[in-house]
């Protein structure tokens, strides 16, 4: 007999017929709707569900590979997840989502090795083709986006979220444009970029584009150079680039995609540093309230100086830099967690509470007290950007951190 809509028990079966198969897609969506609507259940995995901790992995990924993964082959990081299994994946498998450096409290059986611990994605939770309108309580906080400000040379402030689109303004012989996707380009004239470009250092008039709190914003820069910007970020460039290098100063966090110049370095300052380029893609995290400036090499080559002491050090793909008192260059396994942000989820990998909750206040601009001892938990795992804040705070919920929103400040408590 069924279980009644809507009960425990029904949850508990649905999650069961998703772990063998036998799942349809009219009980996806109820599956689906029910997780998101707020409910707070645990599945227990049956006994006889798998033998060993790598078998309950094996399991639970073959059986995410046969549902889940589109007909055609895509990245392991581009594919789109239906809704009924991002929440079967983060309630049934919270071990393997979440894990916890203290002994004492116990997240599942499952618990693998931190050095193996995987990657659980749920990001598009609704693929694009289905994605539906939902209401968020009153009391919750929706997801940051596209939002920013740009402050002209001569001290114009043009709101860019609320701008059309189309042209914004002329400056310097070009048009400040605003795509039908968000983008912030600079179109050049008749005359080019190369006529701009022989403007003097001297001439030159510089832009900033800031994002607050809960917004993030692309640009295309004179020289074709494509920049995303994190929350609570700025970058002040000029209007064209100079006939000598091409320099931008960077605060917060930023994804680049240099524009290839082999007679213009391609140069960033940030907080103690500057990163020197031709032609390349890299993240900087250089926000005030972050230990370290962190630079993420994901293509080509960049310097990586110390403006303190000038000591330098060239980055490889796939290598970070650390800057605190002196430059720390480490080997990543992967380099997704870097750009995470970019592609719109987070990512953290034996994460502290605090590094997790900073992320956690920028985007949803609120803020983080700590009520009695700051949790020791570690976090690892994928949880999408678009969720509203109090669907994150659940999620994070299952390593047995407990939270209390109240206005828009998120208590942290034990």
Do not use: C
């Not at 508990?12 to 109820?30: D, F, H, V, Y």
């Not at 020289?223 to 006939?243: C, E």
């Not at 390349?280 to 972050?290: L, Q, W």
């Amino acid at each position: 007999m069924m279980a009644p809509l809507n009960s425990d028990a029904r949850y508990q079966e649905l999650a069961a017929k998703w772990l063998n198969n036998t799942i349809s897609e009219k009980e996806k969506e109820e599956f689906s709707s029910w997780y998101n609507s707020g409910q707070d259940s645990d599945y227990s995995l049956p006994p006889d569900y798998a033998g060993s901790d790598e078998e309950l992995k094996a399991r639970i990924y073959a059986n995410i590979e046969t549902q889940l993964a589109p007909p055609e082959k895509v990245n392991r990081f581009n594919r789109k997840w239906y809704p009924a299994a991002a929440a079967v994946l983060i309630m049934i498998s919270a071990g393997l989502y979440f894990y916890t450096d203290k002994p004492d409290e116990k997240l599942a059986e499952a618990e693998p090795p931190k050095s193996e611990q995987p990657l659980i994605e749920t990001r598009d939770l609704q693929p694009k083709a289905e994605a539906k309108k939902t209401s968020i309580p009153a009391h919750d906080i929706v997801a940051g986006n596209d939002k920013a400000v740009l402050t002209l040379g001569d001290g114009t402030r043009i709101i860019l979220d609320d701008a059309k689109t189309g042209v914004l303004a002329n400056q310097d012989g070009h048009s400040i444009l605003k795509t039908a996707n968000g983008e912030l380009v600079y179109s050049f004239g008749s005359a080019g970029p190369e006529t701009a470009s022989n403007i003097s250092s001297q001439d030159l008039n510089f832009n900033t584009i800031e994002t607050p709190k809960g917004g993030k914003f692309q640009v295309r820069l004179p020289d074709g150079s494509r920049v995303w910007l994190n929350a609570a970020s700025s970058l002040k460039f000029p209007t064209a680039f100079s006939r000598s290098k091409r320099e931008v100063e960077l605060k917060g966090e930023a994804y680049f995609e240099v524009a290839h110049d082999a007679e213009k370095i391609f140069e960033v300052i940030t907080r103690n540093q500057t990163v020197q380029v031709l032609g390349t893609h890299f993240n900087i995290n250089a926000y005030a309230d972050e230990p370290s400036v962190n630079t993420t090499l994901l293509e080509g080559s960049v310097r990586i100086s110390d403006l303190r002491t000038n000591n330098s050090q060239l980055l490889k793909p796939g290598e970070q830099a650390k800057l605190t008192e002196g430059i720390e260059v480490v080997n990543l396994k992967n380099t997704t967690e870097s750009i995470a942000w970019k592609d719109g989820y987070f990512q953290f990998n034996d994460a502290d509470i605090q590094t997790v909750m900073r992320q956690i206040e920028r985007w949803y601009d609120v803020r983080i007290r700590y009520e009695g001892q700051i949790p020791t938990q570690r976090f690892g795992g994928e949880i999408e950007r678009s969720l509203s804040l109090l669907q994150v705070l659940k999620v994070l919920e299952k390593t047995k951190v407990h939270f209390r929103l109240d206005g828009r400040e998120v208590i942290v408590m034990r």
